[in-house]
């Protein structure tokens, strides 16, 4: 898990070949007007853009999830978002089965930890983890 700035985005070009793309979009485009949806950037690297309210905690925890081949950047554009992780390898209570096309699995695990990034900041949660937001 990696968490800093937008602003130090290029520093973690070198994580993933599609980071300098994800990135590029990120700063090309006016987020805060963009409608929610899947946005599909270029293969393999989409946008899932939501404007919602934070959820409460109760209902964040039914999604605590990982993915085998996918990252998540998580990018706050306004207010605090609070997050929980834990390392996959600690998960033991799956809920449900691994969805191979969506690429996710659910767990009933609690978070080891949660944390919260603020306006522009950045969270990649890498493959394997499991994560899951929290309140805002």
């Known amino acids: 898990m990696i968490i800093d700035t937008l602003q130090n985005a290029p520093k973690y070009f070198s994580v993933h070949p599609l980071f300098e793309r994800a990135f590029e979009y990120i700063s090309q485009n006016d ?5 929610d949806g899947k ?13 919602a309210l934070g959820k409460t905690k109760e209902i964040s ?8 081949k996918n990252i998540d950047i998580q990018l706050c554009i306004n207010g605090v978002e609070t997050m929980g992780w834990k390392p996959r390898e600690n998960c033991v209570i799956p809920n449900g089965d691994y969805n191979e096309e969506k690429d996710v699995l659910f767990f009933n695990d609690a978070p080891d930890m949660f944390f ?3 306006q522009w900041a950045i969270c990649h949660f890498l493959s394997r983890r499991c994560a899951c937001p929290d309140d805002w």
């Open 116 to 118: 919260s990034i603020d």
């Open 31 to 35: 987020l805060i007007n963009t409608a």
């Open 39 to 51: 946005n599909d950037i270029a293969e393999g690297l989409k946008a899932i853009i939501s404007n």
């Open 61 to 68: 925890l039914q999604k605590f999830e990982c993915h085998n």
